[in-house]
């Protein structure tokens, strides 16, 4: 069974940082892109940030500057580098990946569970 499993989040001061981990396990012919949403209760899901298997990236309005993805293809697990975190960042975080599982196969998204990230003092 293929699944993406998150780790990282946890509490943060205002200001702090935190680095949020997900990898992808099970039978994977390739990955397309990879990227974080965040969601907190009554909203809307965010897209945060994406990377592509070329490593282009965008990220929202919201972060730019103060986050970082990345991806290790080898391991097929991407990245998040929070710095300079603020309240609004509280939130739950989650990864996805365009995955398929062969050569003939079409792209499917797969998500992880969610890691919660709050910001407080």
């Known amino acids: 069974q293929v699944q993406l499993v998150e780790s990282g989040g946890g509490l943060v001061q205002p200001g702090g940082s935190l680095r949020l981990s997900c990898a992808a396990s099970?039978?994977?012919?390739?990955?397309?892109?990879m990227g974080w949403y965040r969601q907190t209760p009554g909203k809307q899901r965010e897209l945060v940030t994406i990377?592509?298997?070329?490593?282009?990236?965008n990220y929202a309005d919201s972060v730019k500057g103060r986050f970082t993805i990345s991806r290790d293809n080898a391991k097929n697990a991407v990245y998040l580098q929070m710095n300079s975190l603020k309240p609004e960042d509280t939130a739950v975080y989650s990864c996805?990946?365009?995955?398929?599982?062969?050569?003939?196969?079409?792209?499917?998204?797969?998500w992880g569970q969610g890691t919660l990230v709050t910001v407080s003092s």
């Open positions: 996805y990946a365009d995955w398929r599982r062969s050569v003939v196969s079409g792209y499917q998204q797969l």
């Open positions: 099970g039978i994977i012919f390739s990955i397309n892109a």
């Open positions: 990377i592509t298997s070329g490593s282009s990236t």
